[in-house]
Every structure is written in structure tokens, then in C-alpha cells.
């Protein structure tokens, strides 16, 4: 499983998820906001907004916070105008990172973002430098499912999944980002129940990591996604989550 629907998937058994909404709301609101304000407030014209609106919605957003951040990007709401920014960086163990956020002062944003690498063993890569290890998917994550493993895998590749994937009982479902919306909704047609559904980058390859190294890893994970301005983070681990001692 790749690093970042293994780390979704920590998370979920860390029962992390309920505390963390608030902030994941904030990200998606300002995912929303600025797709609207690039493309439009038309879903069907807007296809960042479109995949947006699906992610929030895949995240259990109250539609009302969706119109209205719709509504700020378009400018029938005030609101603030976000720049989009990647950095890149290496974790402990060699574990690439590569973390977008939307900012409104990118020398604040940079400052936080190098500070919570190097306190947690971790350094800025240049420009480029772990980009070319992740490619772009949609990313459908299936936990605590009651059903049947080949019936959940038939539906969502007959609805145009490129891949699913088996982890401990963590199903994923990978999509190409055109056929995210499409897989998506047969899901919810179907009933199926998942943690999470957003477009993500996916390592081309994976790093295993053990021990300290591994605690390491989460750690700075955590600390990143705490960032107000960091939308996603994503790395290449790969760990066996058995041998670690989770917070329950």
C-alpha cells in the first residue's frame, strides 16, 4: 500500500479521525475556493471543482459548506485569495515528502514547512527532486468493510478503477483522475461505505521503513499536516503498522 493510504489508513486505526475533521474541512474549503476562483462556480465546466466538490463530499462536508465556499471563490462571498506551492523533502530513513499547501504568505508557509523538517530529522529537497516518484490518481479508501472482497473489487473496476488493492482489510481503490467522480458515485449507488475519496499523488515505489525510523516518519507526518497551509502530504514509506505501538 503506498505511503500516503498507508498513512490514511494509521490514522483510521489510531481513531484519529473524528479530532481531525475540523482541520481537513479547512484544507478542502480552501481546495473549493480556489478551483472556483481559477475555473468558475460550474461544477460540470470546472473539472478541478468538480473532483473538489466530490472529495469533500467523500469526506462527509455538509453541502452548505461547499456552496459557500463555491460562493467565495466566485466572489459572492468575501474571502482570501490563495497561492498554490509544492515543497520537497526527504523524511528519516530516505522516505521522499512531498507536500502542497495553499498560502497567503508563501515566506510563512516555507519557514513552517522547513522548521517541521528539520525538527523531525528530515531536510528540503530542491526543486523537482522526489516529484518524479509520485504520479497523480484518485484514491478511494475502503476500511472496516463487512462485504464481499470480489464483489466490492468487480464493482469498482467495472466502474473504471485502475487498480485495487488489498492492505489488512484496508481496500484501495485506484482511478485515473478523470475516472475519480465516475467510480465514486457508483460507489455511493452501490452503498459502499468508505473513509475517504480524493484525488492524491501515489509513489511510483515504496521505501520500507522499521523501528525509530518508522515513528520518525509518522511523527513528521503528523506535524506537517498540522500546518494550517499544508493541504496534503504525501510520501513513498512503506511500514508494517503490527510492529508499531499506536496511540489508541
Same mark, same amino acid.
Given at each position: 500500500m503506498s505511503g500516503h493510504s498507508k498513512w490514511s489508513s494509521i490514522k483510521h486505526k489510531k481513531a484519529r479521525m473524528d479530532d481531525q475533521r475540523g482541520k481537513v474541512f479547512t484544507k478542502l474549503i480552501k481546495e473549493i475556493t480556489t478551483a472556483a476562483r481559477q475555473g468558475g462556480g460550474d461544477e460540470n465546466a470546472n473539472p478541478r471543482l468538480r473532483q473538489a466538490i466530490a472529495t469533500a463530499k %467523500?469526506? /462527509? @462536508?455538509?453541502? !452548505?459548506?461547499?456552496?459557500?465556499?463555491? &460562493?467565495k471563490g466566485t466572489g459572492? *462571498?468575501?474571502? #482570501? !485569495? $490563495?497561492?498554490?506551492?509544492?515543497?520537497? %523533502? $526527504?523524511g528519516p530513513g530516505g522516505v521522499a515528502l512531498l507536500v502542497d499547501v495553499l498560502t497567503d504568505n508563501k515566506n510563512r508557509t516555507v519557514s513552517e514547512v522547513r522548521h517541521v523538517l528539520t525538527k523531525h530529522n528530515g531536510s528540503m529537497g530542491e526543486l523537482g527532486s522526489v516529484a518524479? @516518484?509520485?504520479?497523480? =490518481?484518485?484514491?478511494? *479508501?475502503?476500511? +472496516? $468493510? +463487512?462485504?464481499?472482497?470480489?464483489?466490492? @473489487?468487480?464493482?469498482?473496476?467495472?466502474a473504471g478503477a485502475e487498480d485495487f488493492r488489498d492492505d489488512d482489510g484496508t481496500y484501495e481503490i485506484i482511478t485515473a483522475p478523470e475516472d475519480f467522480v465516475t467510480v465514486k458515485e457508483e460507489?455511493?449507488?452501490?452503498?459502499i461505505k468508505y473513509e475517504s475519496a480524493q484525488i492524491a499523488k501515489i509513489p511510483k515505489s515504496t521505501v520500507t521503513v522499521e523501528g &525509530?525510523?518508522?515513528?520518525? #516518519?509518522? =511523527?513528521? @507526518? +503528523?506535524?506537517?499536516?498540522d500546518l494550517d497551509? #499544508?493541504? /496534503?502530504? $504525501?510520501?513513498?514509506?512503506?511500514? +508494517? #503498522?503490527? =510492529?508499531?505501538?499506536l496511540d489508541e
Open positions: %467523500g469526506m /462527509n @462536508m455538509p453541502l !452548505s459548506n461547499i456552496e459557500r465556499a463555491i &460562493k459572492e *462571498l468575501p474571502g #482570501v !485569495s $490563495y497561492e498554490e506551492v509544492s515543497y520537497e %523533502g $526527504y518524479w @516518484m509520485f504520479e497523480t =490518481k484518485g484514491q478511494i *479508501l475502503v476500511a +472496516d $468493510y +463487512d462485504g464481499d472482497e470480489d464483489q466490492l @473489487m468487480e464493482v469498482a473496476l467495472e460507489l455511493d449507488n452501490q452503498e &525509530k525510523e518508522a515513528e520518525g #516518519v509518522l =511523527k513528521l @507526518m +503528523d506535524a506537517m499536516e497551509d #499544508v493541504q /496534503n502530504v $504525501y510520501s513513498n514509506f512503506d511500514i +508494517d #503498522v503490527e =510492529k508499531l505501538q
